[in-house]
């Protein structure tokens, strides 16, 4: 059975730091693609970062710089360090799980087709 359990979310005043944190298990994928995804209220789900099965590493341009994504070798542990936080980054934070090839890990962006996905963690920037 596969998991994905999100922690480390919560309130911050702007300019500030948190470190989201995604435990996964169960995972048996040949390609991983882990990815940090946020959907604030009204708004669509938005893939903030990415961490292809070669290590390659792609962020959305309104993160770029301030968010880093980071795996262990089995994937299952995946990190978002988040600093310099402003308060249009408060939204849901969901880590999500999918077997793809590198290329299609560093462009694809939808959501529409990730296999799996945790319940998520809110982040909350206050100005």
């Known amino acids: 059975q596969v998991q994905l359990v999100e922690s480390g979310g919560g309130s911050v005043q702007a300019g500030g730091s948190l470190r989201l944190s995604c435990a996964a298990s169960?995972?048996?994928?040949?390609?991983?693609?882990m990815a940090w995804f946020r959907q604030a209220p009204g708004k669509q789900r938005e893939r903030v970062a990415a961490?292809?099965?070669?290590?390659?590493?792609q962020y959305d341009d309104s993160v770029n710089a301030r968010f880093t994504i980071s795996a262990d070798g089995a994937r299952q542990i995946v990190d978002l360090v988040m600093n310099s936080l402003r308060p249009e980054d408060s939204a849901m934070y969901y880590c999500?799980?999918?077997?793809?090839?590198?290329?299609?890990?560093?462009?694809?962006?939808?959501?529409?087709?990730?296999?799996?996905w945790g319940l998520g963690t809110q982040v909350t920037v206050s100005s």
């Open positions: 999500a799980a999918d077997s793809v090839p590198i290329r299609v890990c560093r462009i694809r962006t939808s959501p529409a087709d990730v296999r799996y």
């Open positions: 169960g995972l048996r994928l040949s390609f991983p693609c």
């Open positions: 961490i292809a099965a070669d290590g390659s590493t």
